[in-house]
């Protein structure tokens, strides 16, 4: 069983800058992805970001140029530098941890991140 605890959530003007961190514990392994996803009101969960356990990483389109996904394997933690927010950025933000081998996936409680214009 993998825990997720985010944290880096907030209320920020457009066009500011927010980082979220999530830090994973229990039963990592070695061959995994972690990153993000956010939920608006009223949508469906969508990919923000995810790294895999090699550096490979994935982007939504809405989000390339301005977030930036980074990791600490050392610490089994993920960031996300968010520059240039805009208010449809504005959703729940879900740390989202996937174990490749075992075929699981994990969900962090998720952080609010609300962008004012």
């Known amino acids: 069983q993998v825990q997720l605890v985010e944290s880096g959530g907030g209320l920020v003007q457009a066009g500011g800058s927010l980082r979220l961190s999530c830090a994973a514990s229990?039963?990592?392994?070695?061959?995994?992805?972690m990153g993000w996803y956010r939920q608006a009101p009223g949508k469906q969960r969508d990919l923000v970001a995810m790294?895999?356990?090699?550096?490979?990483?994935n982007y939504a389109d809405s989000v390339k140029g301005r977030f930036t996904i980074s990791r600490d394997n050392a610490k089994n933690t993920v960031y996300l530098q968010m520059n240039n927010l805009k208010p449809e950025d504005t959703a729940v933000y879900y740390c989202?941890?996937?174990?490749?081998?075992?075929?699981?996936?994990?969900w962090g409680q998720g952080t609010q991140v609300t962008v004012s214009s």
């Open positions: 989202h941890y996937i174990d490749y081998i075992n075929g699981r996936t994990y």
């Open positions: 229990g039963g990592i392994v070695s061959i995994n992805a």
């Open positions: 790294m895999t356990s090699t550096s490979n990483t």
